[in-house]
C-alpha cells in the first residue's frame, strides 16, 4: 500500500499544485476554455480551471519525481519497503534515477544511472498534466450534468485524476526502463486497488484539512 502511495506521488502533488499555484502567480488566472459557453449555456470549464494550473501541475509534478529518483536510493538501501528496491533495478532498461555510486574512503557519491533527471523529470511532467487534465474532463462533465462550480461529485471528483494520472503513467512509460511502469502498477494486486479504493479517502482528507487552513472554499 506505501509502494501504491510512493509511486502515484507526482499526481497527488500535482492535483494540490492549483492552490499553490494560485498563491504564487496569482495575476495568470486564464482559464482553459477562455470563457465559452456550451450549447447547454453553461461554461464549459469555468474560471477555476486555469493554465497556470496545468502548468503547475506539469512542473511540480516533474519536480515531485525528481526528488523521488534522488530519495530512492537512501531509502531503499535504508531497508524501507523490504523486498522492493523503490523501482532503481531489476529492469530491462537498467537502473533508475539516482543509484549509490562508488565510495572511496569517507566520501560518497550518488550517481545517475541509465534513466537520467530529464527522462525522470519528463515523466513526472507527463503523469501530472494528465492528473490535472482528468479534473477539467470531470469538470466538463459535471457542468453538463447541471452541477455547479465546487458542488460535490462523489466518487467523481476524488477518481478524476487517478485514472487520468494511471492513463499519463502508461503513455510515459517509454521515457523508463522497459518494464517499469507495468511490473510497478500491476506486480501486485494491492497496488491499484490502494490506488482506486484508498484515494477517496486520502483525496476527502487532504482537501478538508486544506479547507480547515483557509486554502480551499469547499471542504472536497
Known sequence: MVQALWLFLPAYVANMSPVLSAKLAPGWNAPIDGGRH?????????????????????????????GMSYLAAPMGGAGWLPGWDFGRQG?????????????????????????GPLLVFLFGAVV????LLGDAAES????????DRGAAWFPFDQLDFVVFGLLGMLLASPLLPAGWVIEALFGHWLILTTLIVGT?????????????????DVPW
Not at 477555476?48 to 515531485?64: C, E, M
Not at 529492469?91 to 534513466?115: K, L, M, N, R, S
Request: charge should be positive; proline fraction near 2%; include cysteine.
Open 128 to 131: 501530472g498534466l494528465m492528473a
Open 140 to 147: 466538463y462533465l459535471k457542468r453538463r450534468t447541471g452541477r
Open 38 to 66: 456550451h450549447k447547454d449555456g453553461r461554461r464549459m470549464l469555468g474560471d477555476g480551471k486555469t493554465w497556470r494550473g496545468l502548468a503547475g501541475g506539469a512542473l511540480l509534478g516533474g519536480l515531485a519525481a525528481l
Open 200 to 216: 477517496p479517502a486520502l483525496h476527502l482528507l487532504v482537501n478538508r484539512i486544506g479547507y480547515w487552513l483557509k486554502l480551499k
Open 91 to 115: 529492469y530491462a532498461g537498467g537502473d533508475i534515477g539516482a543509484a549509490p555510486g562508488v565510495c572511496e574512503g569517507t566520501q560518497c557519491q550518488f550517481v545517475i544511472h541509465t534513466t
